[in-house]
């Protein structure tokens, strides 16, 4: 019997309440895909990452949900990075790293002020858009059709990871939404393994600028992700390219996980590069506990 010790962390978050809970595993190179696998679908997160040595960045990432492997994963990248960063395990006084993903080489930015905030830079952004109705849409988030904002595009958006992105018109309609993830793969018909993410202009912090929630493909053998930093990555981009498109560089504060009692804050910065954008975001994280799993 193997045993293998995995690091709770919870990311976008101070807290050990609050944020999105990811499992790091520093011995990722110790492992195969099929017991990656294993280990991600005992610890039950939406995410757990594994730390490997890289042959073309500093180190490599590799991500699992408990039903598959995932190209990048934002907050499991931020609670690694931070995992690294304060047990001592980076380079003193090292600042700036990059990583291998399955999304390309990426790079890191770490800074304190005073608590450590991880930055990361995001593929760039890619749009396709939504050709399906309104009514299946709605319906499988359990709300009405009218509630779906009328004058902003629905699209399917990645920085990494492609998620449905659903402009919706009130804050107050997140609350009620009841998905049926089960169902995603019938409405999305261009991308039936997308994930969901509606969002709102309206907050319930005045300092932040958008709302959203996730909800997970149905074969990722999770229901919804607490926050995160993928599709809010896009989801500034999203905004720089449809909303405003008329400044060069925006900053975002993006708020999620309200309705999970687990809410967390992501920081999003998009600049407009020629004809597309880089996009990058940025979090803390927090140390909770070890677990012990066995294969």
């Known amino acids: 019997m193997k045993r293998v010790k995995v690091s709770h962390y919870n990311a976008f ?3 050990s309440d609050k944020g999105n809970p990811a499992g790091v595993v520093l011995a990722g190179d110790t492992l195969n895909d099929a017991e990656m696998l294993r280990i991600a679908e005992q610890v039950g997160f939406n995410e757990t990452v594994f730390i490997r040595p890289s042959g073309v960045a500093d180190i490599e990432l590799r991500y699992f949900t408990p039903g598959h492997e995932m190209n990048l994963c934002g907050h499991a990248t931020i609670a690694s990075v931070y995992a690294l960063q304060s047990r001592g ?8 790293l990059t990583i291998e993903t399955k999304a390309g080489v990426l790079p890191i930015t770490i800074r304190k002020q005073p608590s450590t905030l991880i930055s990361m830079q995001q593929a760039s952004p890619a749009f396709i858009p939504y050709s399906g109705s309104l009514e299946p849409l709605a319906s499988v988030l359990g ?3 009218d509630e779906i904002h009328p004058d902003l595009p629905i699209v399917y958006g990645s920085t990494g990871i492609w998620t449905l992105l659903i402009p919706i018109r009130r804050l107050e309609t997140f609350h009620r939404m009841a998905p049926s993830n089960r169902r995603f793969p019938s409405v999305l018909a261009e991308m039936p393994n997308a994930s969901v993410h509606p969002f709102s202009l309206e907050t319930h912090d005045p300092s932040a600028h958008l709302h959203g929630r996730h909800f997970s493909s149905p074969y990722s053998g999770t229901i919804e992700d607490p926050v995160t930093g993928t599709a809010s990555g896009v ?3 999203y905004f720089a390219r449809f909303v405003n498109p008329d400044l060069a560089t925006y900053h975002f504060v993006v708020e999620q996980g309200h309705e999970m009692n687990r809410d967390g804050r992501v920081y999003v910065d998009v600049e407009r590069v020629g004809d ?3 996009v990058s975001i940025s979090g803390e994280a927090v140390f909770v506990r070890e677990l012990d799993i066995s294969l």
Do not use: H, Y
Request: proline share 0%; aromatic share 4%; charged share 15%.
């Open 276 to 278: 597309g954008f880089q």
């Open 143 to 145: 709300i009405g059709q």
């Open 89 to 96: 395990l980076l380079k003193d006084g090292v600042r700036s």
């Open 13 to 15: 978050s101070t807290s």
């Open 235 to 237: 989801m500034g981009a």
